[in-house]
C-alpha cells in the first residue's frame, strides 16, 4: 500500500510502506541524502532509518541545520563513550549522561583513573578508529525488565537509576554501535563513518545529576563539526577567547580584583575605577541631554516594602536580608521599588510626564558560588537602571526613544546588537489582559519601526514583558545587556497616579530601562572584545612617558604635567631599565601613546611618539599631541 509524504514544500511523494527517511531523502536527491542525518516526521525528530508506515509530513534534517548539528554532536558524544569503554574496559567505566551543550558536548562517567589531558588525546586516537570502522548506529526499542537487564549485567548503576526515574509510559530506546550500547531517546547518525571532525576539549569534575549530595564525576567536554576547517576556525576562535579572558587581562593590566573576604564581589582597582568612571560620565552626557534626572536610593529597605514590590514572592531566594531594629531588612536585588517611592514623593500633573528617573544603583543578588564566573556573574553589580514614568498614550514614542539612545551608545563601542522580544513567564504577577496589552504595545513599537526581532517566550520580568538586547563582540558571542520592559503592575502595586487633563487620578504605566545591564560585566565585555586594547576615551592610561635615561625624567615629569593640565592619564616610567624594555613593557599594558624623550627631544621639546597598532609617528610638539589625543578622545574613535 503506498504512503503519502507530505515534504515542507508542500510537494506529496507516494512511497511502499516501511520505506525509511533515508530512503526517501535519496527519492528527493543524492545530495541531500549526503547531508541528511535525520528527519522530522509528524513534528517528532527520528532517525534516518526510521521506517514509514502512515500518511505524514516529513522534513529532512542535514548536518549543517542547528538540529543537524546537534544530532550529529550527541552521536559523537556516543563515539567517545564507545572509545573510553574499549580503552579502560567495559566494567571500569560507568556512564551517566552525555547531553549536546552550545558548541559541544560533554559525557558524565564514573572512572576510578582521574583522567588528564594525554589521557584525552588516547581517547581521540580510538574514537578516529571507530569512525574508521564505520559501525552502523542501530536504535531499538526495549521493555523497562530488557533495560534493567541489560545495563544490570554491564554493573552499570547510574544507568540502572536513570531507567528507574523514568515515568511509566516512558518509551525505552538503546542505539548499539559494535559492541557498545547505551540508553538514548536518540535521534543519532546512521553510522560511525559520518563522523569526520572533533576535538576533547577538557575534563572537570561535576556532582551526578547536578546534586552536591552525589558523588563526583569526571566531564569530558568535546566539540565537533561536519568539516575539518569548521573545527580549526572553532578551536582558534576558542584560542583567541582564552587570551582574551577578562579574569587573565584584569589581572595582568591590574583592572580590578577578587578575595575570598567577599566571594563573587568585585574590588576595583585605580585603572579599573578609570574605566568605570568614563563609562558612567558618558552615559551621563547622554542621559543628561534626553531628560533623565539622576537619583540615589537605599541599598537597604524594609522587607516590607519588598512584599508590596512582588519581589519577595517572586525572588526572595536570590536576596540577602539583615536585621535592624528587630525589623527585617533586605539588600536591593533591583532598583525599581526606590523609583517608585521617589515618584510617590509628590504630586504629579500629566503635563510632567514622561518622569525619567535614572540611577547608577548597586544592587546585591544571590548566586551559588559555583556560577561565578569573574565579572560576568557577581553577586553585586551596578546597574545603569532607568524608570520611565509616562502616560499611556506615550508609551510608543518614549520606547523608541530609549531603543535609539541604547543604538546610539552601542555604535560607540562598535558592538552590533540582535533584538528579543521576552513575553510572559510561569513566575508572574497581573492580570492576563494587561500582559497581552503590554506585549502588543511592544511588538506594536518594534514592527512599527520596522525592527528585526525574535520572540523569546516565557522569559520576561514577573512583572511585565520586555526587549532585550544581545550585542555581538569581536569574536562574534552574543551578550544579554540592555533591555527595555513595560510594566504595568508596579504602579498599581505602590499606587502611583498623575493628575490627568481631567482634574481626576490616573495611573502611569512604568519603562524599566537599562543600557549597560551591569556597568561591571559590560566592563568585563569590554576588557574581551578590545582585548585589553581599549580605545583612548576609556583607556586607563592614555600615555605613558619613556625617559631614555634618569638624565630625563625631569623633562618626562614636565611632559607630565602638561598633559596632566589638559585631563589626561599619564604615567612615567622612571626605572633605570633600558628603553626597549620599557617599550616592550608600554606595549604588554597596551597602552595607546609611548612617549620616548631624551635629549634631541628635550632640546627640541617635543616626544617621539609611538600610538598602538600604528607604530611610530615621529617628532611631535607636546601641544600638537594633546589637541590630537583631544580629537581622538572627543570622537571616541575604536583604534
Known amino acids: ?39 522530522r516526521w509528524n513534528g517528532k525528530l527520528v532517525d534516518l532509518n526510521y521506517p514509514i508506515l502512515e500518511d505524514g509530513a516529513l522534513e529532512i534534517v542535514v548536518q549543517d541545520s542547528p538540529e543537524g548539528l546537534e544530532v550529529y554532536r550527541h552521536s559523537t558524544a556516543h563515539l567517545m563513550a564507545q572509545a573510553i569503554k574499549r580503552i579502560y574496559g567495559q566494567q571500569a567505566v560507568k556512564l551517566g549522561i552525555g547531553p549536546v551543550i552550545a558548541d559541544g558536548f560533554y559525557y558524565d562517567i564514573d572512572i576510578e583513573k582521574p583522567l588528564s589531558t594525554d589521557d584525552l588525546a588516547a581517547i581521540e586516537k580510538e574514537m578516529e578508529r571507530i569512525a574508521q570502522e564505520n559501525l552502523p548506529i542501530v536504535r531499538r526499542e526495549v521493555s523497562r525488565e530488557e533495560a534493567i537487564r541489560h545495563f544490570g549485567q554491564q554493573e552499570d548503576s547510574l544507568k540502572l537509576e536513570l531507567i528507574r526515574d523514568l515515568p511509566d509510559e516512558a518509551v525505552i530506546s538503546i542505539y548499539d554501535q559494535g559492541e557498545f550500547s547505551d540508553l538514548c531517546r536518540g535521534p543519532h547518525l546512521p553510522s560511525t563513518g559520518r563522523i569526520k571532525a572533533f576535538k576533547l576539549l577538557n575534563v572537570a569534575g561535576a556532582y551526578w545529576r547536578g546534586d552536591s549530595n552525589n558523588k ?74 534626553q531628560g533623565y534626572d539622576e537619583v540615589r536610593t537605599p541599598l537597604m529597605m524594609n522587607r516590607r516594602m519588598w512584599e508590596q514590590s512582588g519581589h519577595w514572592d517572586h525572588y526572595h531566594e536570590n536576596m540577602y536580608f539583615t536585621e535592624v531594629d528587630e525589623t527585617s531588612f533586605a539588600l536591593k536585588p533591583m532598583n525599581c521599588p526606590g523609583h517608585m517611592i521617589i515618584y510617590k514623593n509628590s504630586l504629579h500633573s500629566y503635563r510632567e510626564l514622561p518622569i525619567r528617573i535614572s540611577e547608577f544603583g548597586q544592587v546585591h543578588r544571590h548566586e551559588f558560588s559555583g556560577a561565578l564566573n569573574g565579572m560576568m556573574r557577581v553577586r553585586t553589580f551596578c546597574q545603569d537602571d532607568a524608570h520611565i514614568f509616562v502616560r499611556p498614550d506615550q508609551i510608543e514614542e518614549e520606547i523608541g526613544r530609549v531603543i535609539h539612545l541604547i543604538d546610539q551608545m552601542y555604535q560607540v563601542f562598535g558592538f552590533d546588537y540582535t533584538i528579543e522580544l521576552s513575553t510572559r513567564p510561569e513566575d508572574s504577577m497581573g492580570s492576563e ?3 497581552r496589552e503590554a506585549e502588543s504595545s511592544l511588538q506594536h513599537v518594534l514592527d512599527g519601526r520596522g525592527i528585526q526581532y525574535r520572540i523569546n517566550e516565557g522569559d520576561g520580568a514577573f512583572y511585565g514583558p520586555k526587549i532585550d538586547f544581545h550585542i555581538l563582540d569581536a569574536l562574534g558571542r552574543s551578550w544579554q545587556c ?31 530601562r537599562a543600557i549597560y545591564g551591569s556597568i561591571d560585566r559590560f566592563i568585563g565585555i569590554l576588557t574581551e572584545h578590545f582585548s ?45 631599565e633600558k628603553l626597549g624594555y620599557k617599550i616592550r613593557e608600554a606595549q604588554l599594558k597596551k597602552v595607546p601613546y609611548m612617549l620616548v624623550l631624551g635629549e634631541k627631544e628635550k632640546q627640541a ?15 611631535v610638539r607636546i601641544s600638537d599631541l594633546i589637541d590630537r589625543m583631544a580629537v581622538e578622545i572627543e570622537q571616541k574613535q575604536q583604534h
Not at 2 to 15: H, I, Q
Not at 269 to 288: T, V
Not at 544 to 557: G, T
Not at 605 to 619: E, T
Request: proline share 5%; net charge neutral; with cysteine.
Open 1 to 39: 500500500m503506498g504512503m503519502k509524504v507530505t515534504l515542507p514544500n508542500g510537494a506529496v511523494k507516494e512511497c511502499e510502506r516501511g520505506t525509511t527517511v533515508g530512503q526517501v531523502a535519496q527519492s528527493i536527491s543524492p545530495s541531500l541524502n549526503k547531508q541528511a542525518v535525520a528527519g
Open 216 to 289: 563526583v564525576l569526571q566531564r569530558i567536554y568535546g566539540t565537533a563539526f561536519p568539516a575539518k576547517a569548521q573545527l580549526e576556525e572553532h578551536l582558534h576562535l576558542l584560542e583567541e577567547a582564552k587570551k582574551r579572558d577578562h579574569r587573565k587581562l584584569g589581572k595582568e593590566l591590574e583592572l580590578f580584583m577578587f578575595s575570598e573576604e567577599a566571594p563573587g564581589m568585585p574590588f576595583y582597582l585605580p585603572k579599573g575605577m578609570a574605566i568605570r568612571n568614563q563609562l558612567e560620565q558618558y552615559s551621563r552626557e547622554l542621559q543628561l541631554k
Open 433 to 435: 489582559e494587561l500582559w
Open 482 to 512: 540592555g533591555t527595555i520592559q513595560l510594566d504595568f503592575q508596579m504602579p498599581e502595586k505602590f499606587e502611583l497616579s498623575y493628575i490627568g487633563e481631567d482634574n481626576q487620578k490616573h495611573r502611569p504605566v512604568v519603562i524599566h
Open 532 to 576: 585589553g586594547a581599549f580605545p583612548l576615551w576609556l583607556a586607563p592610561v592614555q600615555a605613558k612617558l619613556l625617559p631614555v635615561s634618569e638624565h630625563y625624567i625631569d623633562y618626562a615629569l614636565q611632559v607630565k604635567k602638561q598633559l596632566e593640565d589638559a585631563g589626561l592619564r599619564v604615567e612615567v616610567d622612571i626605572r633605570n
Open 605 to 619: 621639546g617635543v616626544a617621539a611618539v609611538r600610538q598602538r597598532g600604528v607604530g611610530d609617528i615621529g617628532s
